[in-house]
């Protein structure tokens, strides 16, 4: 855009007269189902805290007994002088718990799939992406300079004929594992095998489902089965419900090895603090042993999809944390989710670009730390309103 002023405020009007424009929520208290915010009591649906960590006691403690011990602060990245005995054992930690020989830390999920892609790929080599993946994956496949070729979403007889076509010697294979928008997971088993088949990159983002899914709470791979040979590159974010902050990368020792050396977002910019770190290994410590953490936040999921069922709101397929309701229009998309605040229910509008045009929806995400009765007045209020 032109540095003219005039040009940017005809932006912006244009983004209010298409009720596109976007605002921050201000809170005024923890991360929790019942909040403060804009000066006004909300029970929320909106918070990626699936499992209710980012306020719990015990997470709390450890990042304040770290904070005591080594400061706010990291002070440099972790090549220099900032990576501090929490964050080593932070990685230790969940290579174990994901069951992958290494794992590195990023500050945040958007740098760690910029920072890999970007080591992986270069021009005149080839990515082959989900339509609806996540805006950090798509970004980070154009700055790698690589071509990408998105396939229509989670079908996998679209993606076999591009690959089929494909003459390129290092390819790579870029999926969500939760879809952040729609709810629904990725067929990560077919995608190891036509990545295997391929002798591709199969890279797994599983932001939404680390900490929800599996046995044990180790996302997506972990309920699928699949190891560090099917699926070589796993992402996943520690601020969603592990309640934290910052991201990971797990694979090989190689890999790991590679990215320290080569992944940019790793190395030009400064470590979470050891206090994040400290409170992360507690999260995941709670995680593992809480298994009635998940299995709460599944009667939720369960309790909301049978209330809308027999009041006739359709629910996109979903059966993670992430439920939406697709509304079509942007306008009564907007004046939905402001006519429920109006009455103390907090449930953002998601608009276009941030998912296709016509598909405005209200995505609905729910936490452990809901109750049934938080579920029973959700869906009260939109039996009123929609």
Known sequence: MKNDSKLIKAFLKEKQQSHLYRK???????????????????????SNDYLGLANHPEVLKAFKQAADKYGVGSGAAHLISGHSIEHQKLEEELAEFTGRDRALL????????????????????LIFADRLNHASLIDAGLLSNAKMKRYVHNDMGALQKLLDKNTTKNTMILSDGVFSMDGDIAPVKQLADIARQQNAWLMIDDAHGFGTLGATGAGLLEQENLSQQDAPILMATLGKAIGTAGAFIAGSHELIEYLIQTARTYTYTTAMPPSIAAATRASLKIVQNESERREKLNQHIQQFKAGASELGIELMPSDTAIQPIVIGNTEKALKTSTQLQKEGILVTAIRPPTIPEGTARLRVTFSAEHTTEDVAILLMALEKNL
Do not use: W
């Open 106 to 125: 990023f500050s945040t999920g958007y740098m760690a799939n910029l920072g890999v892609v970007n080591a992986l790929m270069e021009r005149g080599e």
């Open 24 to 46: 921050a929520h201000i809170s005024r208290s923890p991360q929790q189902p019942h909040m403060q915010i804009n000066g006004k009591s909300m029970l929320t649906f909106c």
